[in-house]
């Protein structure tokens, strides 16, 4: 569990705070590097049995699409699915199982590569890990949305191809789930930040917009998909998971919000842009809710503008108000509300308390932003 006494330190200090540029493994090394190696096998087997990549640059695209958003990215939901897996499953686990786990993992791992493909596309964007935003090349341009539902496709080819009919149904209703509520995100993200209407900016319609866009995919499907292949999914298990997780997912997004904030590529993958954009942020909504009326007026009047002096301002306003401090309290009560949680569980829960205080343990030092203070201090 991570020390109170670490998160009451950095909101005291968080005028010194900067980004780590290295998260925790969720996975030890070695078995994060069979993982890892496993992605090149995979994805070819599953080129050279889909029927309609019947040529060389057919073959050769859906390869392209499938790895590009790969490369330097962080793999967390992918380490979470085998990490869920591997604690529900009493006997060691190994041959053709091992094999269909990374296959799983790596099929949420490139859910998000479909939602990211999309994201930037919306959002505008021109780098992510370092790199062009897939939209950007020559061959790719107004092609991107339709190399997203390519690989979307491609994912429920590689679920048919690796499991039995059964559990290629239960993944099947389970991926559509997270592809729907994505969109779904998607749409109430990007028609908010266009209707530019900042009374409705609030908390809210922000969780609402979280719930949707990444609370879901970012730690609740994974813990869902391990449900389903240990055979453990019913209606109780994904309860305890709705009910602990989903707290844990709305922090992962506000989490993103103040890394947007502070424009780190590193951390993020993305450049930021949520001021310019209209975003309804975490910190917009607490900026608002504290503002006075010359600060709201001031506000409104330069918010979701690309002219950098406008962009400065809002950040003003977001200094004058102490959002940094505001947003470290409010981890702290987080974390101590999702542990509460956990405490709560029936002693015969499945999954157990011992198993959600192990992903929540692995899983909140990656979003957490004082992280790097607690491992140096």
């Given at each position: ?5 670490w998160?009451?330190n ?30 090149p096998v ?25 790895e590009?958003?790969m ?11 085998i ?20 296959v ?5 791992e ?6 990211l493909?999309?994201d930037?596309?919306?959002?505008g ?12 090349f020559?061959d ?11 690989l979307?496709?491609f ?41 530019r ?5 609030t ?8 719930l949707?866009?990444?609370a ?99 950040r ?14 409010e ?47």
């Open positions: 569990m991570v020390p109170t006494k998160l009451l950095m909101s005291r200090n968080c005028c010194k705070w900067r980004h780590p540029q290295k998260q925790k493994k969720i996975l030890s090394q070695d078995a994060y590097s069979s993982f890892i190696n496993s992605l995979i994805i070819d087997k599953g080129v050279q049995h889909t029927k309609y990549l019947e040529t060389d640059e057919l073959r050769d695209r859906m390869k392209r699409i499938a590009y958003y490369r330097g990215r962080k793999t967390i939901q992918g380490e979470l699915t990490l869920g897996h591997e604690l529900l499953k009493s006997e060691k686990i190994e041959g053709d199982l091992k094999k269909q786990q990374y799983l993992a790596w099929c949420v490139l859910l998000m590569s479909y939602i493909i999309l930037d596309i919306e959002d964007a021109t780098c992510r890990n370092g790199q062009p935003c897939w939209h950007l020559a790719v341009g107004s092609l991107a949305g339709n190399d997203a539902s390519m979307r496709s994912i429920m080819q590689l679920l048919h191809i690796n499991f039995s009919s059964q559990l290629f149904v239960d993944f099947a209703k389970l991926f559509n789930e997270a592809f729907f509520t994505c969109n779904v995100g998607q749409y109430l993200d990007a028609i908010t930040s266009k209707q209407n900042y009374k409705n900016f908390m809210d319609l922000y969780k609402n917009i979280a949707y866009k990444y879901y995919y970012s730690v609740k499907f994974p813990i869902l998909s391990a449900l389903v292949l240990s055979n453990n999914y019913n209606k109780d298990t994904c309860r305890y998971v709705d009910d602990i997780l989903t707290d844990v997912g709305i922090w992962s997004q506000i989490n993103n919000d103040f890394t947007d904030y502070y424009d780190d590529d590193v951390q993020t993958g993305k450049t930021g842009s949520d001021i310019q954009a209209g975003k309804c942020t975490w910190l917009a909504v607490t900026a608002l809710q504290r503002c006075s009326p010359a600060q709201r007026e001031e506000f409104n009047a330069h918010y979701g503008s690309w002219q950098p002096d406008h962009v400065a301002r809002i003003d306003i977001y200094q004058q108000l102490g959002i940094v401090g505001i947003y470290y309290r981890e702290l009560a987080t974390y101590d509300r999702i542990i509460k949680k956990i405490e709560s569980l029936p002693a015969n829960a499945v999954p157990s308390a011992d198993f959600f205080k192990t992903v929540v343990d692995a899983y909140y030092p990656n979003v957490a932003c004082g992280k790097s203070f607690y491992r140096n201090n």
